[in-house]
């Protein structure tokens, strides 16, 4: 199975010529058709192998990769984020019910579609899935706004908000959905649970990041 470091060193196999310098000519002679672009580099979910399927306008990218444990798991990458598990923003049924092993696109609003295992009472299938990622991933600290919901500013009331819910979500025996899940012992990725790493994250991003998002 080839894996993204061997697809990278091939490419470094075509970096263009310096300026000035005549670019050297393909093997079979013909010129070379363009200089090439910097290569991002998504990183992986712990595993070997990573693989692109799909990207928006904003440069934001899904795909899938293997973690640590051989597990294949859909991702969503952006500059701002990094590459994160899309399963992370699953709760509920959704997780007890889904495993989301492969985004296929993402469009201009977010949209994702993609594939992944649903266990039913009788059965485990392979089923499309269609996610919208909440907002906080593109303007963390901005969680509410006059009409209940994000208004794209950040202010005292989105921090109030967070407390709020930080109150209720990080309580022992809490299963409903989790909205204060922003970060991990890791660092800022959500890992399925609210506890002070969500509290201490979520604070030092609401501090930057008063004002309008942009
Ligand atoms: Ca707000
Ligand atoms: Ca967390």
Do not use: K
Not at 28 to 35: F, M, N, R, T, Y
Not at 95 to 120: D, F
């Amino acid at each position: 199975m080839p894996d993204v470091s061997a697809a990278l060193a091939a490419l470094t196999l075509l970096v263009p010529a310096a300026p000035g310098e005549s670019p050297a000519p393909t093997r079979d002679g013909h010129p070379p058709l363009a200089h090439f672009a910097d290569i991002q580099l998504l990183g992986s979910l712990g595993g070997s192998y990573t693989e692109a399927r799909g990207v928006n306008d904003a440069g934001q990218i899904v795909g899938f990769s293997f973690d640590a444990h051989g597990r294949r798991r859909a991702f969503f990458w952006d500059a701002g984020t990094g590459i994160i598990d899309l399963n992370n923003y699953l709760s509920g049924s959704d997780a007890s019910q889904w495993t989301l092993r492969s985004a296929e696109a993402i469009n201009n609003t977010g949209q994702i579609v993609g594939t992944g295992w649903r266990v039913t009472s009788a059965q485990t299938i392979t089923a499309a899935f269609s996610l919208t990622l909440p907002n906080r991933v593109f303007c963390p600290a901005d969680r509410t706004g006059p009409a209940g919901y994000p208004d794209g500013y950040v202010n005292i009331a989105d921090l109030n908000d967070f407390l709020e819910s930080y109150a209720i979500e990080s309580a022992p025996g809490y299963t409903g959905p989790l909205t204060c899940d922003y970060a991990g012992p890791a660092g800022p990725s959500p890992d399925g649970r609210v506890s002070i790493h969500d509290l201490n994250y979520y604070i030092s991003i609401w501090v930057v990041s008063q004002g309008p998002c942009n």
